[in-house]
């Protein structure tokens, strides 16, 4: 980020507890390509403690994390576990050394057994096979003395998603876990699942092991751990001993002040309504309304999992919404598909660019015109020329830095591969677009440019709906900024005119 | 392209061995012969080649091939007015394999059956059908006029020695599919929405695609590829019997993934599959001449889909 910090004297303070360090960072650092997603974190974890890691999506937390069980390698710094470095090269490294992770969604067997998921990749054998009636009892103890009631002998999909991060947690127990970290673990659970969690997080932790616990929610840190670092654009602001600070603090240091250049906004003079819900109620989402117009930028600001996106999929007909009703340019529509959506003018760029966004083995030039085959063609063949010469433009307009409109998608920068999904858009003479994440994992660079490019369309006339978790730019760049909470629009503002503490904590609902 | 020059370079080096080992390979004759033999499976792979782009797999080809024998043949050897005349059998035999085609596609799409097991259930219940019509009876075709198209040539040209090569009507009927194929894979929009359907679904179906129709698409130009080799397969044989054609789906499928068709979606083309079907012809049609085993050519075919294939993962790994 181009801002210097605000809460600069209290910083670096680490406020130990004075227990042994067992997992010490020093300088950690991570480029993916021409993102900087880790900088220079200093951090130590002490033996036994509980230790919350807050921020921002895009803080960095889940690149800590892969870095820590594994998963990437980092770009420099030092590892020492319990006083020795380590390379932590490889996932079968980081477990071998006692460091495990349990990810917000369980990736387990779904198809076996809770005592096979237990026991998955360490066996008991007897005589060259497995020794099932053992696995199934010792699992079954295991289950009791965790305070578990489940049958050990459960296919694990028969059970809720908060069992199975139970059983996770359990599986990584017994394989000797020193050090335990949970992203997000409470995001699908239910109150009750949560506190058997909790339970089970409390009970490890005088087991001696360490927790290392990353979550959105504040009052949980509150509730359950000794220490917080709170990570900001990939760096570590500081940590702090949950008994010697608040929410409030914690919120200040979480988001960055600075006004930042990078957030070009120009004023369009508002024209007519283009697209207008009313009620709007449906799967993960109720009581929608919301009101586009012609040169503005709607802003869907909340956690993950607020109903954000499943409010625009369903707007652009991935989902039929089930109360409530759609005015597109003010006649009721029932929008049944995504073509239908596209055919009135709504362009939909989603959230995850590999699983939705992308064909990812194809071109840029065939990704940039999926969208506009249909205009590119003269009858029933496509104009070679036509296709080439719109994905040329295309990459010329959006900058796309790639080494020909041939390269595969892969071969670009996330970065790049964002201005492909964008860029797809913009060629397709929509009168709204909605923009659902479109600056994750981009440099700040490209997220310029991006904004740049959302000034251009409003000149146009189009309006835009932006989904962010990335509060700086939904409240810099919204003209109507939306809260989402649980499914529902908790809160309204207009341009700026709250502060981001306020925002934030209606977000969270602290 | 590049994959597409080094496959015809192997066979143009496959000739040349076969050349100078044997001297019954170069002749018009044999090469004619080559071409009549290698005609069918080109034609199988091209359109096998349209369901794997997608991602899916069409494992009822030669099922389809063998009970459209059957069925052309039992229509031309009936009395049933204009579909008994050929235009007539075969237009009907062709609107069959749409129809094979729509059900795959329905079993794929609207009941969301993997493609391996909605075309694997056709191959087998197919084949029963057809011995099930016919009593396991094989139709002797008595039209000459038929059987005959399979023997003639259109056009030819001087052969090196002075003799008279002949291109087979049936390699005229690979260029009728291959063309009007590669204008489709190449040239109009549902070419490009297979590949991206092939490459992630979700993607396409976000930028407006028709994902189910695309998917549609596929399959019928597989079965309808498919019902066109039935139809040759009678004239060739001069029979119709559904168990004919047996195991030609996986002699597709090698030809196509020789080809560089990607049996993970996303990547594949005309040419190659067409490449592939000759190459193995040749290997069949050179072992012969060598009088080598027989069943040393399964060995061959079995070796060549290992390498190209590694040679492919290799290329696809660098990325």
């Given at each position: 980020m181009v801002s210097t910090d605000a809460?600069?004297?209290?910083?670096?303070?680490?406020?130990?507890?004075?227990?042994?360090?067992?997992?010490?960072?020093?300088?950690?650092d991570k480029h993916f390509g021409g993102t900087h997603a880790l900088k220079a974190v200093?951090?130590?974890?002490?033996?036994?403690?509980?230790?919350?890691?807050?921020g921002e999506n895009g803080a960095g937390k889940s690149t800590?994390?892969?870095?820590?069980?594994?998963?990437f390698?980092?770009s420099a710094?030092?590892?020492?576990?319990?006083?020795?470095?380590?390379?932590?090269?490889?996932?079968?490294?980081?477990?071998?050394?006692?460091?495990?992770?349990?990810?917000?969604?369980?990736?387990?067997?779904?198809?076996?057994?809770?005592?096979?998921?237990?026991?998955?990749?360490?066996?008991?054998?007897?005589?060259?096979?497995?020794?099932?009636?053992?696995?199934?009892?010792?699992?079954?103890?295991?289950?009791?003395?965790?305070?578990?009631?489940?049958?050990?002998?459960?296919?694990?999909?028969?059970?809720?998603?908060?069992?199975?991060?139970?059983?996770?947690?359990?599986?990584?127990?017994?394989?000797?876990?020193?050090?335990?970290?949970?992203?997000?673990?409470?995001?699908?659970?239910?109150?009750?699942?949560?506190?058997?969690?909790?339970?089970?997080?409390?009970?490890?932790?005088?087991?001696?092991?360490?927790?290392?616990?990353?979550?959105?929610?504040?009052?949980?840190?509150?509730?359950?751990?000794?220490?917080?670092?709170?990570l900001r654009d990939g760096a570590?602001v500081?940590?702090?001993?949950?008994?010697?600070?608040?929410?409030?603090?914690?919120?200040?240091?979480?988001i960055n002040r600075r006004i930042e250049q990078i957030y070009h906004k120009e004023?369009?003079?508002?024209?007519?309504?283009?697209?207008?819900?009313?009620?709007?109620?449906?799967?993960?989402?109720?009581?929608?309304?919301?009101?586009?117009?012609?040169?503005?930028i709607?802003g869907?600001?909340?956690?993950?999992?607020?109903?954000?996106?499943?409010?625009?999929?369903?707007?652009?007909?991935?989902?039929?919404?089930?109360?409530?009703?759609?005015?597109?340019?003010?006649?009721?529509?029932?929008?049944?598909?995504?073509?239908?959506?596209?055919?009135?003018?709504?362009?939909?760029s989603p959230e995850s660019r590999r699983?939705?966004g992308l064909?990812l083995?194809?071109?840029v030039?065939?990704n940039i015109?999926?969208?506009?085959?249909?205009?590119?063609?003269?009858?029933?063949?496509?104009?070679?020329?036509?296709?080439?010469?719109?994905a040329d433009n295309q990459i010329r307009d959006v900058q796309i830095k790639t080494s020909s409109r041939?390269a595969?998608v892969t071969s670009l920068s996330g970065g790049n591969q964002q201005k492909v999904v964008i860029g797809k858009w913009l060629n397709?003479?929509?009168?709204?677009f909605?923009f659902d994440e479109p600056t994750v994992g981009v440099d700040v660079g490209t997220k310029a440019e991006i904004y740049r490019l959302f000034a251009s369309l409003l000149r146009?006339?189009?309006?835009v709906?932006m989904i962010s978790s990335y509060l700086p730019e939904v409240y810099e760049l919204a003209?109507?900024?939306?809260?989402?909470?649980?499914?529902?629009?908790?809160?309204?503002?207009?341009?700026?005119?709250?502060?981001?503490?306020?925002?934030?904590?209606?977000?969270?609902?602290? | 392209?590049?994959?597409?020059?080094?496959?015809?370079?192997?066979?143009?080096?496959?000739?040349?061995?076969?050349?100078?080992?044997?001297?019954?390979?170069?002749?018009?004759?044999?090469?004619?012969?080559?071409?009549?033999?290698?005609?069918?499976?080109?034609?199988?792979?091209?359109?096998?080649?349209?369901?794997?782009?997608?991602?899916?797999?069409?494992?009822?080809?030669?099922?389809?091939?063998?009970?459209?024998?059957?069925?052309?043949?039992?229509?031309?050897?009936?009395?049933?007015?204009?579909?008994?005349?050929?235009?007539?059998?075969?237009?009907?035999?062709?609107?069959?394999?749409?129809?094979?085609?729509?059900?795959?596609?329905?079993?794929?799409?609207?009941?969301?059956?993997?493609?391996?097991?909605?075309?694997?259930?056709?191959?087998?219940?197919?084949?029963?059908?057809?011995?099930?019509?016919?009593?396991?009876?094989?139709?002797?075709?008595?039209?000459?006029?038929?059987?005959?198209?399979?023997?003639?040539?259109?056009?030819?040209?001087?052969?090196?020695?002075?003799?008279?090569?002949?291109?087979?009507?049936?390699?005229?009927?690979?260029?009728?599919?291959?063309?009007?194929?590669?204008?489709?894979?190449?040239?109009?929009?549902?070419?490009?929405?297979?590949?991206?359907?092939?490459?992630?679904?979700?993607?396409?179906?976000?930028?407006?695609?028709?994902?189910?129709?695309?998917?549609?698409?596929?399959?019928?130009?597989?079965?309808?590829?498919?019902?066109?080799?039935?139809?040759?397969?009678?004239?060739?044989?001069?029979?119709?019997?559904?168990?004919?054609?047996?195991?030609?789906?996986?002699?597709?499928?090698?030809?196509?993934?020789?080809?560089?068709?990607?049996?993970?979606?996303?990547?594949?083309?005309?040419?190659?599959?067409?490449?592939?079907?000759?190459?193995?012809?040749?290997?069949?049609?050179?072992?012969?001449?060598?009088?080598?085993?027989?069943?040393?050519?399964?060995?061959?075919?079995?070796?060549?889909?290992?390498?190209?294939?590694?040679?492919?993962?290799?290329?696809?790994?660098?990325?």
């Amino acid at each position: 980020m181009v801002s210097t910090d605000a809460a600069a004297p209290t910083l670096t303070s680490a406020a130990p507890l004075g227990g042994a360090p067992i997992l010490e960072l020093r300088k950690l650092d991570k480029h993916f390509g021409g993102t900087h997603a880790l900088k220079a974190v200093d951090l130590v974890f002490e033996e036994g403690e509980i230790h919350a890691i807050v921020g921002e999506n895009g803080a960095g937390k889940s690149t800590l994390i892969k870095l820590l069980t594994g998963v990437f390698p980092r770009s420099a710094g030092e590892v020492l576990w319990r006083g020795a470095p380590v390379a932590l090269a490889t996932p079968h490294e980081s477990i071998n050394l006692g460091i495990n992770a349990v990810h917000q969604e369980v990736v387990l067997c779904p198809h076996l057994t809770v005592a096979a998921n237990i026991f998955l990749g360490d066996e008991e054998m007897r005589g060259g096979f497995l020794d099932k009636r053992r696995m199934a009892r010792d699992a079954q103890k295991l289950l009791d003395e965790l305070g578990f009631s489940l049958p050990a002998d459960a296919i694990l999909s028969s059970l809720t998603i908060g069992q199975q991060q139970l059983i996770a947690t359990a599986r990584a127990e017994r394989r000797g876990a020193k050090f335990l970290i949970f992203d997000e673990p409470t995001s699908y659970l239910t109150r009750q699942e949560a506190a058997a969690l909790f339970k089970l997080i409390r009970r490890l932790k005088t087991d001696g092991v360490t927790i290392v616990y990353i979550s959105h929610r504040l009052e949980e840190v509150f509730e359950l751990c000794d220490r917080v670092s709170v990570l900001r654009d990939g760096a570590l602001v500081g940590t702090r001993k949950v008994s010697e600070t608040n929410e409030a603090d914690l919120i200040a240091m979480m988001i960055n002040r600075r006004i930042e250049q990078i957030y070009h906004k120009e004023t369009v003079p508002i024209g007519a309504t283009i697209l207008e819900t009313e009620a709007l109620s449906g799967l993960g989402f109720r009581d929608i309304s919301v009101r586009v117009r012609e040169g503005e930028i709607i802003g869907l600001y909340g956690l993950v999992g607020a109903g954000r996106s499943e409010f625009v999929q369903s707007v652009f007909g991935r989902h039929p919404a089930t109360h409530g009703r759609v005015l597109w340019q003010g006649r009721e529509v029932a929008i049944k598909n995504e073509r239908q959506a596209m055919k009135l003018g709504i362009a939909l760029s989603p959230e995850s660019r590999r699983d939705q966004g992308l064909c990812l083995n194809l071109g840029v030039g065939l990704n940039i015109n999926l969208a506009i085959f249909k205009k590119l063609s003269l009858g029933p063949l496509i104009s070679l020329a036509r296709e080439s010469a719109a994905a040329d433009n295309q990459i010329r307009d959006v900058q796309i830095k790639t080494s020909s409109r041939a390269a595969p998608v892969t071969s670009l920068s996330g970065g790049n591969q964002q201005k492909v999904v964008i860029g797809k858009w913009l060629n397709h003479g929509a009168k709204l677009f909605i923009f659902d994440e479109p600056t994750v994992g981009v440099d700040v660079g490209t997220k310029a440019e991006i904004y740049r490019l959302f000034a251009s369309l409003l000149r146009e006339g189009a309006g835009v709906i932006m989904i962010s978790s990335y509060l700086p730019e939904v409240y810099e760049l919204a003209d109507t900024l939306h809260v989402f909470r649980a499914g529902m629009i908790v809160a309204t503002h207009g341009h700026k005119d709250a502060s981001h503490e306020t925002i934030l904590t209606e977000a969270i609902g602290a | 392209m590049l994959l597409g020059l080094i496959l015809l370079l192997i066979m143009l080096a496959m000739w040349l061995v076969l050349s100078f080992e044997t001297n019954t390979f170069w002749t018009a004759n044999n090469m004619a012969n080559l071409l009549r033999q290698g005609a069918m499976i080109a034609i199988l792979a091209i359109g096998e080649t349209f369901a794997i782009i997608t991602g899916g797999i069409d494992l009822s080809v030669g099922a389809v091939a063998g009970f459209v024998s059957m069925a052309v043949a039992w229509l031309l050897e009936s009395n049933l007015g204009l579909a008994s005349t050929i235009a007539g059998a075969i237009t009907i035999s062709l609107a069959i394999g749409v129809l094979i085609g729509l059900f795959h596609a329905f079993g794929v799409v609207q009941m969301g059956l993997p493609p391996f097991i909605m075309t694997l259930a056709t191959m087998y219940a197919l084949r029963g059908i057809g011995l099930y019509i016919t009593n396991g009876a094989t139709i002797s075709i008595t039209n000459d006029a038929f059987t005959g198209f399979s023997r003639a040539s259109f056009l030819g040209f001087p052969w090196t020695d002075g003799t008279w090569f002949q291109i087979p009507m049936l390699f005229w009927m690979v260029v009728v599919v291959a063309a009007p194929a590669y204008i489709l894979l190449s040239h109009t929009r549902w070419g490009r929405y297979l590949f991206a359907i092939g490459s992630n679904k979700e993607a396409a179906r976000l930028s407006g695609v028709n994902v189910n129709a695309v998917t549609y698409l596929a399959y019928v130009v597989s079965a309808v590829c498919a019902a066109f080799v039935g139809v040759l397969l009678a004239m060739r044989i001069g029979i119709g019997l559904a168990t004919q054609a047996d195991g030609w789906e996986l002699q597709a499928i090698a030809s196509s993934v020789i080809g560089g068709t990607s049996l993970f979606g996303a990547v594949g083309s005309v040419h190659g599959p067409l490449i592939g079907s000759f190459i193995l012809t040749t290997i069949n049609n050179g072992a012969n001449l060598l009088n080598w085993n027989p069943f040393v050519q399964r060995i061959i075919t079995g070796l060549l889909i290992i390498i190209v294939v590694y040679f492919d993962t290799l290329r696809t790994r660098k990325r």
